[in-house]
């Protein structure tokens, strides 16, 4: 998410997200085709909140506060358009969460008779506020199925994205058993996610504690450190691999 650029099937985009605010009340979006023909882009702009479970929710209604233009770009291949992003809403004390999405829409040759996938993604578009204080804090989510959660409350009206998620396991004489990273996400004014960090179960079984510590891009960092008996390093269940066509910033 540090990245100031993105890539998505044939074409990619710069910056990964965009923040208005008082002082910068417009922004430019570059979209590049670096594939070998030309592309079709389709825009839409979404409102972006995080349900009680800390679940990304998108929905139509308030994305026409974002306007943009063009909302159907087509590029050339090895050419770049540019996508002019502004608000028309009223601002809130609170940060305001949004999403816009970029599709490529699949344009077939005459006579072309192969399926072409449609890419997706989206970035974020933030609403700034003077007012909006970045304020959170992270408390222990469990452990079992091999993943010991961490829980990140975000208290402030701004949104925080956390970087690194680092657990680290100690058995009883106090050595240092494993260790492991994770990437993290956005979390929103007011949401809780949950994240997780793997520990195979062999080794889960030789812990007597383990530290987490969550580090935000600001570099700010938490942790937390728990105790662990063998009854919580349950295996993780078997499950199918779903692909993931559409991608986030």
Same mark, same amino acid.
């Given at each position: ?6 890539? +998505?099937?044939?074409? @990619?985009?710069?910056? #990964? @997200?965009? /923040? ?5 009340? =417009?922004?430019?979006? %570059?979209?590049?085709?670096? $594939? ?8 839409? +702009? ?5 349900? !009680? ?6 929905? +139509?209604? *308030? *994305? *026409?506060?974002?306007?943009? /233009?063009? &909302?159907?770009? !087509? ?7 540019? #996508?002019?992003?502004?608000?028309? *809403? ?10 816009? /999405? ?6 077939? %040759? ?31 989510? $469990? ?25 680290? $396991?100690?058995? !009883?004489?106090?050595?240092? #058993?494993?260790?492991?990273?994770? +990437? ?9 996610? =949950? /994240? ?11 812990? &007597? ?6 580090? =935000?891009?600001?570099?700010? %960092? ?11 390093? =349950? ?7 779903? %692909?993931?066509? !559409?991608?986030?910033?």
């Amino acid at each position: 998410m540090a990245n100031s650029v993105a890539f +998505a099937g044939s074409f @990619r985009v710069s910056p #990964v @997200r965009i /923040f208005l605010d008082e002082k910068s009340e =417009t922004a430019v979006l %570059k979209i590049t085709n670096q $594939g070998e023909e030309k592309v079709t882009v389709q825009l839409d +702009a979404k409102t972006w909140r995080q349900d !009680e479970n800390g679940k990304d929710v998108y929905e +139509a209604e *308030g *994305g *026409g506060d974002i306007v943009f /233009f063009p &909302k159907i770009a !087509e590029i050339e291949k090895g050419r770049e358009r540019i #996508v002019r992003i502004g608000f028309r *809403g009223k601002r809130q004390r609170a940060e305001g969460s949004y999403r816009l /999405f970029l599709q490529e829409l699949p344009i077939s %040759k005459p006579g072309e008779t192969a399926l072409k996938l449609a890419i997706n993604m989206s970035i974020p578009v933030f609403i700034g506020s003077e007012k909006a204080v970045g304020k959170w804090d992270v408390e222990p989510g $469990g452990l079992s199925e091999e993943s010991v959660r961490a829980r990140v409350r975000n208290t402030g009206t701004r949104h925080i994205v956390v970087s690194r998620l680092k657990a680290a $396991g100690f058995d !009883e004489t106090g050595a240092e #058993v494993f260790s492991k990273d994770a +990437a993290g996400w956005y979390t929103l004014p007011g949401a809780i996610r =949950t /994240f997780a960090v793997s520990v195979p179960q062999e080794d889960c079984l030789k812990l &007597k504690s383990i530290r987490v510590s969550v580090e =935000t891009e600001d570099r700010e %960092k938490k942790d937390f450190t728990m105790d662990v008996i063998n009854e919580m390093c =349950t295996r993780k269940p078997a499950a199918g691999v779903k %692909k993931n066509k !559409e991608r986030s910033e």
